[in-house]
Each structure stands twice: as structure tokens, then as C-alpha cells.
């Protein structure tokens, strides 16, 4: 077996692979982990970390709160150290890269590093061989019986904003800055763009969010981004709405955005976050026979096969859902698959995600949007957290759950948690949504009082006879 591409896509398969038997080569050029771990989930929910931190403050006031020091009996506001951040957010990646290392290594995987392409040739006995180049320079060849592609995705690039990693920046290069910018404008207003945005806001960076929507996080439940909107503006972030980028140029000390309508935004950093592109390029996979879109992402079935004879693919590079957790299940299903292990197909019905904002947004399951569209014959109930007790406890202002079922057999379809911690709150749904569990079956499960769990439990009872 060989694995181009050490992702979660590729480094979940290599342990499933060995687990059945396989003699397992993984290939990455970057480092093990992949995106995920060097540039993407890892190092920038690090960096939030710091961020979340600082915007529980906000309420230190009210809960009574203050601190000594400062001029005059000024309290003083806290800081986010940069320097210190950055630097924590860069050692704790290659710290999870070289724990993945180490774990697969003691599983027995073999790990080459360098960059991989496949033969176009298939042998009589159904094998193929594997180009490696190493980081070294050497030129490799590996046989073998199965290929799992899984290159991912590098950050997308335009042509009129060429990132220069000082002043125009991917978010892959957001981690070389050693001090808060002065007015950092991000271009795109997606998952990526807003959580970003967000948390140099609460880091303390006069932030401009250019969004090319009506609201920021289009395609996201729409209450949900109206709320975090809102907590955008309200902590002083400039959100422009309907406005395009034409393009970012470098001029002194900083940087000048140009918007479609002739607009310019002048700032000290411009972050671009408009998607990525799918690493499928220069790998031969169109000559082995491999489907590949327009777009350049993998065609795959739902248990990750493509359309060249025992060629796998996984995660990023397949455009099926841009999550660490799916391109995992993705690489993971191929393996049982090709091994010949039990496999069920991926159901993307059953896959939390989570916005990492303050609060976060955590979706599973339908959306809103089927529902009142008539697609789908469900019920929906919404509650705000702060009727929580435990939320005013806790002096959380900003939040809701909501709990979709459907109306003929009462099952829970979906729901949306806004709150702190949104990303552990979901699991509960997510276990009845999987399990297709009824909502009487899930307000009927105890709940901490006070919690704000209890809030998922009484938007089920709302829905009893819905
Ligand atoms: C800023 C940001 C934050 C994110 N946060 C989250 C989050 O919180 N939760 C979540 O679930 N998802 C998140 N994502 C999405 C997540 O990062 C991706 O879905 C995930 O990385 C996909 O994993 P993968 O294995 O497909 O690819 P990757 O993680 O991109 O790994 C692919 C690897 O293959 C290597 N490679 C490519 N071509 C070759 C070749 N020819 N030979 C050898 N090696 C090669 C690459 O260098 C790379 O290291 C985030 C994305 C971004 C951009």
C-alpha cells in the first residue's frame, strides 16, 4: 500500500492499513500531519485559543471582575503577546506533526519523506510503481498493489493579490507575524476569512472584513451568521458587505485593497482567504486513468474509490467536504474497502462541523433552509441560551440551540448550537442524528442542572408534539 499525502486523509488510512496487515508506505513532502496539523486546523484553533481567551473578559465586569495596576487606578486591558503566541502556535504543530510521526513509525508504517507521483503503467499482476522524489533529491521508485491519494489542498491564489508572506498573506503564512497589525483587512468572509477576522479582532487588531454576501458565512444557518455578524460589529470589527476585491498591492508600510466599486482600503496586512485549490496537479493521475473535475478535485464513490483500478483518494483533494474529520473517515473507508474489511459507505448526513468564532457555530444534519423550502417535512424549534440558568451564570449573552425533527416519525434531523464550546455541545445531536434517535429519546436523557446541555434537552421537549 502506498499513501501520497500524510493528511488525516493519509495518516488515518496508514494506521487503518497496518491494523488489517498491510505493508504501508506513506510519502508526504511537507511534514506528517499534513496541512491540517502545519498550517490549517491546528496551528490557527491555537491561535484562537489565545483569542477566546481574551473575549471571556468581556464580561469580567459584570461578573465582578477587575484587576489592580495601571496608571491612575486604571485596571489596565489584557494584551495578546504576539510574539509569544505565534511562537506557542509553531511548536505546538511540529509538536502533533512529530507525535503522528512517532505513533505511525511505532506502528510499523514506513514514512518517506519527498513527493509522490503514480505510473500510468499497470503490471500484468495489477500492480503499480510510485515516483518519489525525496526531499533529499533522490529518485525512488515503490511497487505496489493499492494507491491512496490524499495531497490535499494549498491555499487559493489570485492573480491581482499575489501574497507575499510580509504584508499579503494565505492563512498558511499568518503565523510569521511577531506583532498585532495595525489594521488587517481579510478578503472572504467564509468559515476560513471569519474565523480569522474574529480572532485578530479579539487579539486586538482593528480588523476590515470584505465580504462579497449580504452576511458574512454565506451558505451557513442564517441566524447563526446574523448573530456572529453582529458580535463582529459590536466588537468593533468593520464588516463590508457586498464588496468584491479587485485587488491587493503592497505599498509602503502596508497595503492598499481595491474593491470592485473603486473603493480602497488602506491597512497595515491583507489577509486573502478565498478557498483553496486541490493539490491534484503533476501526479498523473489523468494518465493512470484517474477521473479529476474541472475544478481539478478527484471523482470518488462514496467509499473512496476513483475511477483507475485499485486508486483510492481521500480528503481535500476529493472536494467532498473540506474537514480534517471527513478526509480521516474518507482515507479510513478506502482501506477497508481495498483490505476487504467491513466498510458502510460515508454519509455525510451524520457530519458535525463547527465554526471556531466567539461564540462558535456548531451545524449537523438538515438545515433550516430544506425545511422552510419544503424539501424536507421537519419541525424546528429555537431557543436562546440566555433563557439558560447556567448561561447567566455564567454571563453568556449571545447563543441559541436549535433542534430540527421530522414530523411523521419525531426523529431528531439536524440541529445548530451557537454558545461557547458550540463544538462539544453538538455531540449530543450528533449521537441522535447518527443514531436516529426520537426527540422524546433525547429530551428523556438526564442533563446536569445547571448546564447548557439542559437547553438541547428542552429544545426536544418543545418538539414533543411537533
Ligand atoms: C485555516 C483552516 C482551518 C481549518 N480548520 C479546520 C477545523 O477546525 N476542523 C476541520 O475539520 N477542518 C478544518 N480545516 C480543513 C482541514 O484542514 C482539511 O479538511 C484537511 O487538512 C484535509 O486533510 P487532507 O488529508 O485531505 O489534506 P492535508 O491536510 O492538506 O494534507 C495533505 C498533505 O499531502 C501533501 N502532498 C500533496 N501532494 C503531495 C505529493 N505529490 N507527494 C507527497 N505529499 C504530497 C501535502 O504537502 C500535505 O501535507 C481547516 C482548513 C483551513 C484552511
Request: hydrophobic letters at 40%; aromatic letters at 4%; charged letters at 20%.
Amino acid at each position: 500500500m502506498v499513501i501520497i499525502g500524510g493528511g488525516p486523509g493519509g495518516y488515518e488510512a496508514a494506521l487503518v492499513a497496518q491494523q488489517l496487515g498491510a505493508h504501508v508506505h506513506v510519502v508526504e513532502r511537507q511534514g506528517m500531519g499534513g496541512s491540517a496539523v502545519l498550517t490549517d486546523v491546528v496551528p490557527s484553533k491555537t491561535l484562537i485559543a489565545t483569542a477566546e481567551w481574551l473575549t471571556v473578559t468581556e464580561q469580567a465586569g459584570e461578573l465582578g471582575i477587575g484587576a489592580d495596576g495601571g496608571p491612575d487606578g486604571d485596571p489596565g486591558t489584557l494584551r495578546a503577546d504576539m510574539d509569544t503566541v505565534d511562537r506557542r502556535v509553531v511548536r505546538l504543530a511540529a509538536k502533533q506533526s512529530k507525535d503522528i510521526r512517532t505513533r505511525l513509525e511505532r506502528e510499523g508504517v514506513t514514512i518517506i519523506s519527498g513527493t509522490g507521483r503514480i505510473d500510468a503503467e499497470i503490471s500484468a499482476q495489477g500492480s503499480r510503481r510510485i515516483f518519489v522524489t525525496t526531499t533529499a533529491g533522490e529518485e525512488l521508485e515503490l511497487e505496489t498493489d493499492i494507491v491512496l491519494v490524499a495531497t490535499g489542498a494549498t491555499p487559493r491564489v489570485l492573480p491581482s493579490a499575489q501574497p507575499d508572506g510580509e504584508r499579503i498573506l494565505t492563512w498558511a503564512q499568518m503565523y510569521n507575524l511577531t506583532e498585532i497589525p495595525e489594521h488587517l483587512v481579510v478578503v472572504g468572509s467564509g468559515v476560513t476569512g471569519a474565523e480569522f477576522a474574529g480572532a485578530y479582532n479579539a487579539l486586538g487588531a482593528p480588523v476590515t472584513l470584505v465580504s462579497s454576501r449580504d452576511r458574512v458565512l454565506p451558505g451557513e444557518d442564517e441566524h447563526a451568521a446574523e448573530l456572529i455578524e453582529a458580535v463582529f460589529r459590536r466588537r468593533g470589527m468593520t464588516v463590508l458587505s457586498r464588496s468584491r476585491a479587485a485587488a491587493v498591492r503592497r505599498v509602503d508600510h502596508g497595503v492598499e485593497v481595491e474593491l470592485t466599486d473603486g473603493r480602497v482600503v488602506t491597512a497595515s496586512h491583507c489577509l486573502v482567504a478565498v478557498g483553496g485549490v486541490p493539490a491534484t496537479d503533476g501526479i498523473g493521475l489523468t494518465e493512470a486513468g484517474v477521473e479529476v473535475s474541472d475544478s481539478g478535485h478527484i471523482k470518488v464513490d462514496r467509499v473512496s474509490r476513483t475511477r483507475a483500478f485499485r486508486v483510492y483518494a481521500a480528503g481535500d483533494c476529493t472536494g467532498v467536504l473540506p474537514l480534517a474529520s471527513v478526509a480521516a473517515m474518507q482515507g479510513r473507508i478506502a482501506m477497508w474497502h481495498a483490505l476487504g474489511d467491513a466498510v458502510s459507505p460515508l454519509d455525510l448526513d451524520t457530519v458535525a462541523a463547527n465554526i471556531f468564532t466567539a461564540p462558535e457555530i456548531a451545524t449537523i444534519g438538515v438545515t433550516q433552509k430544506q425545511i422552510e423550502s419544503g424539501e424536507i417535512d421537519g419541525a424546528i424549534t429555537r431557543l436562546p441560551i440566555t433563557r439558560n440558568p447556567r448561561a447567566k451564570m455564567l454571563g453568556i449573552k449571545e447563543g441559541f440551540v436549535k433542534l430540527f425533527s421530522d414530523r411523521s416519525t419525531g426523529t431528531v434531523i439536524g440541529g445548530v448550537v451557537v454558545a461557547p464550546r458550540a463544538s462539544e455541545l453538538i455531540y449530543p445531536i450528533t449521537i441522535a442524528v447518527t443514531q436516529r434517535l426520537t426527540v422524546d429519546q433525547l429530551a428523556n436523557v438526564f442533563t446536569i442542572y445547571p448546564s447548557l446541555t439542559g437547553s438541547i434537552a428542552e429544545a426536544a421537549r418543545t418538539l414533543h408534539r411537533a
